[in-house]
């Protein structure tokens, strides 16, 4: 049994006015982000992040710093990610922080990190922002990682300043945030020098981490300041040219939490602890759905395509971290498809490269994402009161199975939005993955959408359901279906959907997710890294780790 601390109770958002280890600074086309943890801050305040080192409540905080660039500051092109101590950048991931915590939390945790980092690049990709990391000091581990997913590197050149990666030599386990990934897919180290970097503990600094590609320069402590600036500059001045909107405040959500019910405005969560079952509801727009990307900036955060994202993005995240034991959640959707339908329209229609409909957009493109790497089964239900049109209809593409009700009213309405708008990490449209033997199928079911809403059985024939039932079979059919995935070894489903909803291309989110993350999960078990003679469960103490010797 894992005796070690249960996952605290965090709560996923927050605002720079409650920062406790970033400070969010704007100055034009340039931001700072600078990161000074307070070291009994964190979400268990008997942890002390000591130099640097983070925990969950310190990337939620970036999470949400990187959130509001795009849609608070778009003007910004630009963005230093820095220290507030003089020698330390980030030590990383806090260990005992780690060395603590449940198998979930830990596995749980690094995903998290990973599609932080990665929001970083898409940020870098698709909304015009550059980040560089001005390295002040040691960064070791996950403080690296960070480092790697800015665009550019620069490390202070003193003569004990060092980048590493340690977790290999130190604490028996693997960097936890894609940094074996983006070493050699990313910044193309070679791959004897990046096996010798991530087994030297004591790092690489000055000219060597340059030379091996580790970093893009070093800069002597005396010109460091100056040095970012200008290479600040200089990558605001290379930002793609996109468009920029005033940008917009993002409110808090306040969704009402009971026992067993999270309400949102839009979404709701129901959890029954005794089948570990889970039903998601997400709810179209009740009000005028915009037309142009004007009247959707006059509408705000407060509009359903931004509201209904964030809130469903909250309730994915609290159903990994608050309830663990919830093995399957079936996707539910209500209001009018018409709405909804228009909604995909809009995001994808012709106003589409406004800076308001591109950031809605990409916003539910990582939702969506994040569901992928949600290690829970989904079945997407539909029936009279469906309503899977428009974006919608994504999330219920995103399903592992479909259950669909034979019956007059029942409808799905694919978009332009199916056609690759909310791309999944290989990079293909959900339709494309779906349909990876027969791309025409795919196209078969945007024409079939173009026409107008999807009735049941001709959903059936383009081949969305996995199941199809009239209504005297149709709730037994998916009791059966839900009783017998819930009887099934979590640890097996994990790794089957993980291996089915990353079909097709490999890209580096693949890599990460359905490789580097599988390997994490399962070093995570071993006695070598979390055993009472493990490495990781060891550090800090005069003891030597003791291994089993075995490779296997």
Same mark, same amino acid.
Request: with cysteine; aromatic share 8%.
């Given at each position: 049994m894992d005796k070690s601390a249960a996952a605290?109770?965090?709560? $996923? *958002?927050?605002?720079?006015?409650?920062? =406790?280890?970033?400070?969010?600074?704007?100055?034009? *086309?340039?931001?700072r982000l600078t990161m000074k943890v307070e070291p009994?801050?964190?979400?268990?305040?008997?942890? *002390?992040?000591?130099?640097? !080192?983070?925990?969950?409540?310190?990337?939620?905080?970036l999470a949400d710093a990187v959130q509001r660039l795009r849609f608070t500051h778009p003007q910004v092109k630009a963005v230093v990610v820095t220290s507030g101590h003089d020698k330390i950048f980030c030590a990383g991931a806090n260990i005992y922080m780690l060395a603590g915590s449940t198998h979930p939390f830990k596995v749980n945790f690094c995903k998290y990190t990973n599609e932080t980092r990665l929001s970083i690049e898409e940020a870098s990709a698709q909304s015009g922002i550059k980040f560089l990391a001005a390295c002040n000091g040691a960064t070791a581990g996950g403080g690296y990682e960070l480092a790697l997913a800015c665009d550019e590197i620069v490390l202070v050149d003193d003569g004990s300043s060092t980048i590493s990666l340690p977790e290999v030599p130190l604490l028996g386990v693997l960097p936890g945030t894609g940094g074996l990934t983006r070493v050699v897919d990313k910044r193309k180290v070679r =791959?004897?020098?990046?096996?010798?970097? !991530?087994?030297?503990?004591e790092g690489v600094k000055g000219r060597r981490a340059?030379?091996?590609?580790?970093?893009?320069?070093?800069?002597?402590?005396?010109? $460091?300041?100056?040095?970012?600036?200008?290479?600040?500059?200089?990558?605001?001045?290379?930002?793609?040219?996109?468009?920029?909107?005033?940008g917009i405040e993002l409110d808090a959500l306040d969704p009402r939490v009971e026992a067993?019910?999270?309400?949102?405005?839009?979404?709701?969560?129901?959890?029954?602890?005794?089948?570990?079952? &889970?039903?998601? #509801?997400?709810?179209?727009? !009740?009000?005028?759905?915009?037309? #142009? &990307?004007?009247?959707?900036?006059?509408?705000?955060?407060?509009?359903?395509?931004i509201r209904a994202a964030r809130e469903l993005d909250d309730a994915l995240l609290r159903l990994r971290f608050h309830h663990e034991t919830v093995g399957l959640v079936l996707l539910r959707s209500e209001g009018d498809r018409a709405k909804a339908h228009a909604v995909g329209e809009l995001l994808a229609g012709p106003d589409k490269d406004a800076w308001i409909l591109r950031e809605t957009r990409l916003l539910w493109q990582r939702v969506l994402r994040r569901l992928d790497t949600t290690a829970r089964s989904f079945f997407?239900?539909?029936?009279?009161? !469906?309503?899977?049109?428009?974006?919608?209809?994504?999330?219920?593409?995103a399903a592992d199975r479909s259950y669909v009700l034979d019956a007059d009213g029942v409808e799905v309405w694919?978009?332009?939005?199916s056609e690759g708008s909310l791309p999944g990490w290989n990079g293909l449209s959900r339709l494309e993955t779906r349909f990876l033997a027969a791309p025409e199928k795919a196209k078969a079911v945007v024409a079939a959408g173009r026409e107008g809403p999807i009735d049941a059985a001709r959903a059936h024939e383009l081949g969305l359901a996995t199941a199809f039932a009239d209504d005297i079979d149709f709730e037994e059919e998916l009791r059966v279906a839900v009783e017998e995935r819930a009887s099934l070894s979590p640890d097996a489903l994990t790794g089957m959907e993980a291996s089915y909803r990353f079909a097709g291309p490999e890209t580096l989110a693949t890599k990460i997710f359905g490789r580097l993350s599988a390997w994490q999960n399962w070093i995570f078990?071993?006695?070598?890294? #979390?055993?009472?003679?493990?490495?990781?469960?060891?550090?800090?103490?005069?003891?030597r780790p003791k291994f089993d010797w075995r490779r296997t």
């Open positions: 605290p109770q965090v709560v $996923f *958002e927050t605002h720079p006015s409650r920062y =406790r280890h970033w400070s969010l600074a704007v100055e034009g *086309e340039i931001a009994f801050g964190g979400a268990n305040d008997e942890v *002390e992040l000591k130099s640097n !080192s983070y925990d969950l409540s310190v990337d939620i905080e =791959r004897d020098l990046a096996d010798a970097f !991530s087994t030297l503990a340059v030379e091996w590609g580790l970093v893009d320069a070093v800069v002597p402590r005396s010109k $460091f300041a100056d040095t970012i600036l200008q290479r600040a500059k200089a990558l605001a001045a290379r930002a793609p040219q996109v468009a920029r909107g005033p067993g019910r999270i309400e949102y405005r839009h979404v709701t969560l129901e959890l029954d602890a005794k089948t570990r079952v &889970a039903t998601l #509801t997400v709810r179209a727009p !009740s009000g005028e759905v915009p037309k #142009t &990307a004007e009247q959707a900036l006059a509408k705000g955060a407060d509009g359903w395509g997407a239900v539909v029936d009279e009161k !469906s309503c899977f049109a428009g974006p919608l209809f994504e999330l219920f593409a694919p978009g332009p939005l078990i071993r006695p070598n890294a #979390t055993g009472e003679t493990g490495a990781l469960t060891l550090y800090g103490k005069p003891e």
